[in-house]
């Protein structure tokens, strides 16, 4: 007589791989598909001639700008923040960290009637920068925000992890040899936790680069001045599709170099 | 008034600690079984954590006072330290990490100091390797070399040898025994091993529970044991 157990495991061993080939299949077809009629639905030509749309020259030029700009802004406020985060202890520490991912999951929709109700004229510090003649909402300075505000928190979650996992030993014969706190983040930390910091920048980019949600609602969508790439795309949609695409395998391809060489920077 | 003088009330954990001596010249052992609260008090002398109380003098000099509100920052004390796995910087090459403590000026004379720093602990062929390149008596004496580059007045050792093999570590001791009086600037060194504290040939101070059981020399101790512990560490 057969074990019982027997004749389940003779279906499992045929069933299993089967099943798993078919689920995997089809997810890899889900993701892949998309990209590859990106890449092949057009000719050459045409795609080229998608890049010379009126659209491509200012969007590309503003997102290059407001991405160099939020990205700079990031890495220079985010550094220390992270800094602090990943040496201090405290229950209020831990809720602060909590905070600054909040946007990691928060819906695009939602960050921008936040930023809205924040920097917008009727929004908390509404009052205050329209009394000092500025305002935010719909000019490059919002397209910025948005994409700090989305971006931010990927690089603050490297950068964390990064400090976190530096030797403490070192830092405090650091300080012992004379190097004051800012030194010791300069010449001690930083350097040790150089590769996490790129790949936190990188994907921090990336995020502001891709950002599109945000800032339509609260940037808005005006060529030339808050029109960044993806914004381009969506306008372009309706009139050349052949732009569209070109500016979409434009950025598939500086999300792909972004990704394999943050894999390959994690590698090391 | 030259030397350490240290009395510090505080805690880590659910441990009290009480602790207080004077040093100046001849290395101090301090003792106590792990958990005795001995890395905690070498924080709190080196500014890195802060007692609830006491005093922190160094020639002097007040680091830490209680009562007259003063808390030096760890850069601003002065004082050497020496981890267990005595903490080079990994990005740095032995010439650098040695530097990296000199506050002269000049690159060159930076250089010269870091160069001559190496020298005396005769590590002087090492300048150019990396950390990961070294044995770990060759670590002990770039590690050395850079605390005493930066000028100390006085200098924590937490238990130096412990990460050595036991081949080089009766020659290490030797060799730390000798340039420790050389040196002669306050000295605390963390140690379990009995061969250590002869070899320094300092008083002993014996902390366990967060309190010291016993001070005095080693044959003192080995004469007259007031714990089950300094029995076992004595004899």
Redesign the interface.
Same mark, same amino acid.
């Given at each position: 007589m057969t074990p019982p157990f027997g004749s389940h495991r003779g279906a499992v061993r045929f069933l299993w791989p089967a099943a798993v080939a078919l689920l995997s299949g089809l997810l890899l077809l889900l993701i892949a598909l998309p990209v590859v009629g990106l890449l092949f639905s057009a000719s050459p030509r045409e795609l080229l001639a998608g890049l010379a749309d009126p659209l491509v020259i200012p969007a590309l030029r503003l997102s290059v700008f407001t991405t160099t700009l939020s990205l700079l802004l990031i890495l220079a406020c985010g550094t220390p923040l992270a800094w602090v985060i990943a040496r201090r202890t405290g229950r209020g520490w831990r809720i602060l960290e909590t905070i600054v991912e909040l946007p990691v999951v928060l819906p695009p929709a939602v960050a921008g009637v936040a930023l809205l109700l924040a920097f917008g004229r009727r929004g908390l510090l509404g009052p205050a920068l329209g009394g000092a003649g500025i305002g935010i909402p719909f000019t490059r300075a919002a397209v910025v925000f948005a994409q700090t505000f989305v971006a931010a928190p990927f690089y603050l979650q490297a950068a964390v992890a990064a400090f976190r996992r530096l030797d403490p030993d070192l830092v405090l014969v650091a300080r012992t040899l004379g190097a004051s706190r800012p030194r010791v983040l300069g010449a001690v930390a930083i350097p040790l936790s150089w590769s996490g910091l790129a790949g936190g920048a990188a994907m921090s980019w990336a995020r502001a680069l891709g950002e599109f949600g945000a800032t339509l609602m609260f940037a808005g969508n005006m060529s030339g001045r808050t029109q960044t790439l993806p914004l381009a795309i969506y306008t372009a949609l309706e009139s050349d599709l052949h732009a569209a695409q070109s500016l979409s395998i434009l950025l598939v391809v500086v999300a792909f170099v972004l990704l394999v060489a943050v894999r390959a920077g994690a590698r090391r | 008034m030259t030397g350490l003088d240290v009395e510090v009330h505080g805690t880590a954990g659910a441990l009290a600690i009480d602790v207080s001596f004077r040093t100046s010249g001849a290395p101090l052992v301090f003792a106590g079984p792990n958990g005795a609260g001995k890395t905690r008090a070498l924080m709190m002398i080196?500014g890195?954590s802060r007692p609830a109380r006491g005093h922190v003098t160094l020639d002097g000099v007040p680091l830490y006072d209680g009562a007259r509100a003063v808390d030096l /920052? #760890?850069?601003a =004390? =002065? #004082? $050497? !330290?020496l981890?267990q =796995?005595y $903490?080079l !910087?990994?990005?740095l090459d032995v010439l650098g990490n040695v530097a !990296? $403590?000199i506050?002269a000026a000049p690159r060159v004379e930076r250089v010269r100091l870091a160069r001559q720093a190496l020298e005396d602990v005769d590590a002087g062929a090492l300048a150019d390797r990396r950390p990961a390149e070294l044995s770990g008596g060759e670590t002990q004496r770039v590690a050395l070399a =850079?605390?005493l580059a930066?000028r /100390?007045r006085a200098l924590l050792l937490d238990e130096p040898l412990a990460a050595l093999d036991v081949s080089v570590r009766r020659d290490m001791r030797r060799f730390l025994a000798a340039r420790l009086r050389a040196w002669s600037i306050p000295t605390v060194v963390v140690t379990h091993d009995r061969a250590d504290a002869e070899a320094l040939d300092g008083d002993v101070i014996v902390l366990e529970n967060g309190a010291i059981t016993q001070r005095g020399r080693l044959a003192d101790l080995t004469a007259h044991p007031a714990t089950p512990f300094v029995r076992e560490l004595a004899g």
């Open positions: - | 080196l890195a /920052p #760890i850069e =004390r =002065r #004082i $050497g !330290f981890p =796995r $903490g !910087f990994p990005h !990296f $403590g506050a =850079r605390a930066a /100390p």
